[in-house]
């Protein structure tokens, strides 16, 4: 029998395919069927830990497992090099562009990775959900460092979620050892044998830390020794997680003139979409943060994420989300059109018009006019924001 060389080159890797591994859908499958697409991601979701084969054309594409998430010596010595903390002097439309990272100058990354999980977001996908944190010696090394420097104020210290700093999850028990090429030497990492289903907020094996709590205590007798040093918080916090970390929330308001959050919606139905907290979780935070104000004597402003056009989201629901901002007396600043993003949840019940884990039907808003039309709801009545804003 004759080949062509691809097939060929098929037929021979399908003899010496590691059989143990997971295949996914084909990509002609996907494309023909939008069952598969969503059967796709939801393997992907739920074995976010593994390796897997997924046919295309006439080759085979793999999935290799992510990577373990760097360890704390390993970002410390990555985020100890001596970074200019400039733009480069030939880049594009210089002046415009600096003056957008300007304040990205003094901000001090805390770590990477996010496990809240929300349909839409891809920073599990491109970060993982194990957060990976340097050590409270090497950030409070690095904002001294740039206070040594004649800089009075840091602009934020970066994570994803501010208040995951140092949370983890007991599921991952098993350690093994692998050699680290960035700091050349042997480390242990740590895998998850036990299935889950994913859903981390809540979950009893999800570790809560108040790390943050003694590095900002740190920070505060820096600024002791160094008159006129300051430091603000900008970085969003998950807001239904930071109630069961109160003296924690109270400390990071502490360092905050206004407060980001993402609740993203009211509706309990666009929520559960979204994989989000109930209304229930927002309004307890509400007066938590009102608790809060009072007792620091201050006003400082919240600032909320909201996402129109979502898979589930109808006029209706951002009517509801509207009169619900108008009642709390929530400045609606921040507003973005859901955005299809590839390997997400949401993107897959976009695509099929199905809840991906589910399969209930769900309205899906799919043209531009009913997403804007969706935004401009909760745009009425609010004048300091503009209908072309997108957050």
């Not at 080759?59 to 985020?79: A, C, K, M, S």
């Not at 600096?98 to 990775?113: A, D, K, W, Y």
């Amino acid at each position: 029998m004759n080949f062509s060389p691809c097939v060929f080159s098929k037929h021979l890797f399908c003899k010496v395919l590691n059989k143990d591994l997971r295949h996914l859908p084909s990509y002609e499958n996907c494309v023909e069927d939008a069952q598969k697409f969503s059967l796709l991601t939801r393997i992907h979701y739920l074995l976010p830990d593994d390796t897997f084969i997924e046919p295309c054309g006439l080759g085979f594409v793999q999935h290799n497992r992510p990577p373990h998430p760097l360890t704390e010596h390993e970002l410390d010595l990555i985020y100890e090099q001596p970074f200019t903390r400039k733009l480069h002097p030939k880049t594009k439309n210089f002046e415009f562009n600096q003056e957008m990272v300007e304040r990205l100058e003094t901000s001090v990354i805390l770590g990477r990775g996010c496990w809240g999980s929300c349909n839409f977001c891809v920073i599990p996908l491109v970060q993982g959900k194990k957060v990976a944190k340097r050590s409270k010696e090497s950030i409070l090394k690095e904002i001294e460092n740039l206070y040594k420097k004649g800089y009075k104020k840091i602009n934020d210290l970066t994570l994803p979620t501010l208040n995951m700093y140092g949370s983890f999850c007991q599921l991952y028990d098993e350690p093994q050892i692998i050699n680290s090429p960035i700091i050349d030497e042997k480390i242990t990492v740590y895998n998850k044998t036990k299935y889950c289903n994913q859903q981390c907020v809540g979950c009893p094996k999800r570790v809560l830390r108040d790390d943050l709590y003694p590095l900002l205590e740190g920070i505060e007798e820096l600024h002791k020794k160094y008159s006129g040093t300051t430091l603000e918080l900008r970085s969003a916090i998950r807001h239904d997680i930071i109630l069961e970390q109160k003296e924690l929330f109270r400390k990071i308001m502490q360092f905050t003139t206004r407060l980001k959050i993402a609740p993203e919606h009211i509706s309990n139905t666009v929520l559960k979409q979204m994989n989000k907290g109930t209304r229930k979780d927002f309004e307890d935070f509400l007066k938590e943060y009102k608790k809060i104000n009072i007792e620091q004597g201050t006003h400082k402003n919240l600032v909320p994420y909201f996402i129109a056009g979502h898979p589930g989201s109808t006029m209706d629901d951002m009517e509801l989300l509207r009169k619900f901002c108008k009642e709390k007396d929530i400045y609606v600043n921040l507003t973005q059109v859901f955005t299809s993003t590839p390997g997400t949840a949401s993107t897959a019940a976009y695509y099929t018009g199905e809840d991906t884990f589910t399969k209930e039907n769900i309205h899906v808003a799919r043209n531009f006019r009913e997403k804007k039309d969706q935004k401009n709801v909760l745009v009425e009545g609010f004048d300091f924001l503009k209908d072309d804003e997108s957050g």
